[in-house]
């Protein structure tokens, strides 16, 4: 059974350049969610979506990054122009809707990361 | 304040011995929380979900809530060098399910 595909896995890129980073969820999720991860910040949720419409972008860090979730297989990180300080591990992680004894509670699993430097 | 706060440590503690990892969250509205494990260069894992009060054990691990105190910790006995890794606790909040990580505790587990 496929995991969260992400990709691509490594990529290095001027400042100034486009970058564009995909993801695959597990089959049957509703929910997807991208992450980007540095030392100094920890794990940050950027955006999330649920049934392909984007429910919280608060944590997008300004309008330079767009995600977009065309169906529910696909999705699509953006960063145009992209900085140095954008270089950070990037994460998508999926998650099914599960209810347990009322309580919503989910578990997410996380794609492999795509490693972005910007130079 | 942070959502959900974690010692960054990091935490060390001899082989065989008890690792105790704490986090604390400010929304009392969180419904669900979760341990996740990270080793260097991985994307995390999960260890264990826990969304009642009290304790969930899973063979060395136990996961504890506390709601009223609003703070999860996770216990691992028999400390083994391979659980060295970052420990990175998570809530679910609101009606779509956010999720929110801390910055995670990195454990060295010491042979």
């Known amino acids: 059974d496929a995991g969260v595909i992400q990709s691509p896995r490594h990529e290095v890129t001027e400042m100034g350049q486009e970058v564009t980073l995909r993801c695959k969820p597990i089959?049957?999720?509703?929910?997807l969610f991208w992450y980007r991860q540095t030392m100094m910040r920890g794990l940050e949720l950027l955006i999330y979506?649920?049934?392909?419409?984007?429910?919280?972008d608060s944590g997008m860090p300004e309008d330079r990054f767009s995600a977009k979730m065309p169906n529910a297989s696909f999705s699509t990180l953006k960063i145009q122009p992209s900085e140095p300080r954008d270089s950070a591990v990037y994460f998508c992680?999926?998650?099914?809707?599960?209810?347990?004894?009322?309580?919503?509670?989910?578990?997410?699993?996380f794609g492999e990361g795509s490693w972005l430097t910007v130079v | 304040q942070k959502e959900v706060e974690q010692n960054s440590g990091p935490l060390s503690v001899p082989e065989g011995a008890i690792a105790s990892l704490n986090c604390t969250y400010s929304?009392?509205?969180?419904?669900?929380f979760f341990w996740y494990r990270q080793y260097s260069g991985k994307s995390p894992e999960l260890i264990m979900f826990?969304?009642?009060?009290g304790d969930k054990e899973d063979g060395r691990f136990t996961a504890q809530l506390n709601k009223a105190s609003q703070y999860v910790s996770l216990l691992i006995r028999d400390s083994q060098p391979s659980d060295s890794a970052t420990y990175l606790c998570?809530?679910?909040?609101?009606?779509?399910?956010?999720?929110?990580f801390g910055t995670g505790t990195k454990l060295q587990v010491i042979p």
């Open positions: 992680a999926s998650s099914p809707r599960v209810v347990l004894e009322g309580v919503s509670g989910n578990t997410i699993y």
């Open positions: 089959s049957g999720h509703n929910s």
């Open positions: 979506f649920n049934n392909n419409v984007p429910i919280d």
């Open positions: 929304d009392r509205g969180s419904q669900s």
């Open positions: 826990i969304y009642s009060n």
């Open positions: 998570a809530l679910i909040s609101g009606g779509y399910q956010k999720v929110t």
